[in-house]
């Protein structure tokens, strides 16, 4: 087996990697490997992105959930103070971000049956209503939902769909989305994509998995043709039956930022601000992020996900606040409409089942 820097070296001239190769980069841990690991990522995402960076507002607009998933502060069983904003109080966010500069809203929920019922009509009829107001892009995490509400999201505006795994293997998926199909998820993306939805996988980090099963999640993400795709560190919740893990650091997140870039180029790769808050952003952009995602307006009551409250109400998950970190960094924010060209470009890849 070739070692790491030479590892890293084929993987940025675009050769493909083999599974124990790729374990190989996720088990790297010395200082110079990983810083190395870390140059040659950026080198590659600045090839192909140049000096750009994209920035998504997030509106978590329903935090009702009749799922009771092991690691999530909003599990059906956790007690807590649920909100679900109305239609008016979305379009009046989704239209405040776009003003101030993001390149897309993402809207997330909740598995709210409210927004399920009847054909998903809430949901659809939200998503049509934010893309009657906003040029920008449109993601929508709604949760698993049934294979014939996609062709309606699309129709409805959707850019982007996204659902994320967590765990590439079984037993694990069970263990944390607790009385869900693996497979029912796993084709979430798929009907997606056959609908002409681009689609986001992710995978967490630190919940017990191996550098093995990391590393998987990493290739099936790839090979799976989702266009984005993300890595986020588990943050333990009150109430939860994880709570009391210990927390990881975010390195094996950032290592697997690059690891991802490293083997697959040109896709789009967060950064969240909903792990660390505003302290996390610059080391996943050095990392070989290109997305900085979950920024979140002030004093509107809305909540981040792993992260309910960190870094909100002080105003550091702003739009703005973000937009002069990254002119701090030397990098730009994308216009929207060379955001707009890269979903043309993706979408017009995806190979849509009519
Ligand atoms: N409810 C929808 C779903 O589960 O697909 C969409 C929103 S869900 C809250 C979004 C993602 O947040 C989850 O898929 C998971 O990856 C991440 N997440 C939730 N709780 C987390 C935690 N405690 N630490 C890190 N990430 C977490
Ligand atoms: C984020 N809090 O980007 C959001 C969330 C859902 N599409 C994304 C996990 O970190
Ligand atoms: Fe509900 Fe999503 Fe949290 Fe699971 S991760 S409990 S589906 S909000």
């Avoid at 009847?118 to 009829?125: A, F, K, M, S, V």
Wanted: proline content about 3%; overall charge negative.
């Amino acid at each position: 087996m070739s070692d790491v820097f030479d590892l890293i070296k084929r993987a940025e001239n675009g050769s493909a990697l083999t599974l124990p190769e790729v374990e190989a980069l996720m088990a790297a841990d010395s200082e110079d490997e990983v810083s190395e690991m870390y140059a040659a990522a950026r080198r590659v995402r600045d090839r192909v992105f140049g000096n750009k960076l994209f920035i998504y507002g997030f509106v978590y607009f329903s935090t009702y959930c009749k799922n009771n998933c092991a690691f999530c502060y909003y599990r059906r069983t956790n007690d807590l103070h649920r909100y679900r904003k109305t239609k008016d109080e979305v379009l009046k966010l989704s239209t405040s971000l776009e003003d101030a500069g993001v390149n897309l809203v993402d809207l997330t929920m909740g598995e709210d049956p409210r927004m399920y019922a009847d054909g998903h009509r809430n949901l659809i009829d939200l998503v049509q209503g934010v893309r009657d107001e906003v040029d920008i892009g449109i993601m929508v995490s709604p949760g698993a939902i049934e294979k014939d509400a996609f062709p309606k999201l699309r129709d409805a505006g959707a850019d982007w769909f996204a659902c994320y795994q967590e765990t590439h293997d079984r037993e694990l998926f069970s263990k944390l989305r607790l009385e869900q199909d693996y497979d029912f998820r796993i084709n979430q993306r798929k009907w997606a994509m056959e609908a002409g939805i681009l689609a986001e996988d992710g995978m967490l980090v630190g919940l017990g998995e191996s550098v093995a099963e990391r590393a998987e999640a990493i290739v099936k993400m790839g090979e799976s043709g989702c266009d984005q795709i993300r890595a986020m560190t588990f943050v333990p919740q009150k109430g939860t039956p994880m709570e009391t893990i210990v927390p990881h650091d975010s390195t094996d997140e950032l290592k697997a930022i690059a690891v991802m870039r490293l083997l697959y180029h040109d896709r789009l790769i967060p950064g969240s601000l909903d792990v660390e808050g505003i302290a996390g952003l610059k080391t996943r952009v050095d990392a070989g992020a290109n997305v900085i995602t979950s920024i979140i307006p002030p004093y509107e009551e809305l909540a981040g996900v792993a992260q309910p409250e960190l870094n909100i109400n002080d105003g550091h998950r702003s739009v703005d606040y973000v937009i002069n970190m990254i002119e701090d960094m030397g990098k730009h924010v994308a216009s929207n409409s060379e955001y707009r060209n890269v979903l043309n470009e993706r979408k017009a890849k995806l190979k849509v089942v009519s």
